[in-house]
């Protein structure tokens, strides 16, 4: 069974930093990308940014330049290294793993808020 494990949520001031992390297990298959996404109260749930198994990054345009993804494949954990965050940017933050032939699946999700 699947399970994705996510840390490093909380409190921030504007203008600090965060890391996300998580960690994949309980399958075989291999990954063909992760993936970060966000959800705000009352608002649809986004893509924040994504990284395939090649190591191709995609970003939203409003963290681009902001927020890095990055991932350890040995580890099948991701990582979202958030800098420069903004009170916009607070929302729970899912992550998601697309599975070669299984599909993809999500995290619990982690709670970022951003507030002075």
């Known amino acids: 069974q699947v399970q994705l494990v996510e840390s490093g949520g909380g409190l921030v001031q504007p203008g600090g930093s965060l890391r996300l992390s998580c960690a994949a297990s309980g399958s075989t298959f291999s990954i063909d990308a992760m993936a970060w996404y966000r959800q705000a109260p009352g608002k649809e749930r986004e893509l924040v940014a994504q990284?395939?198994?090649?190591?191709?990054?995609h970003y939203a345009d409003s963290v681009r330049g902001r927020f890095t993804i990055s991932s350890n494949n040995a580890k099948n954990t991701v990582y979202l290294q958030m800098n420069s965050l903004k009170p916009e940017d607070t929302a729970v933050y899912h992550c998601?793993?697309?599975?070669?032939?299984?599909?993809?699946?999500w995290g619990q999700g982690t709670q970022v808020t951003v507030s002075s």
């Open positions: 998601n793993i697309d599975y070669y032939l299984i599909g993809d699946y």
């Open positions: 990284i395939t198994s090649g190591g191709d990054t």
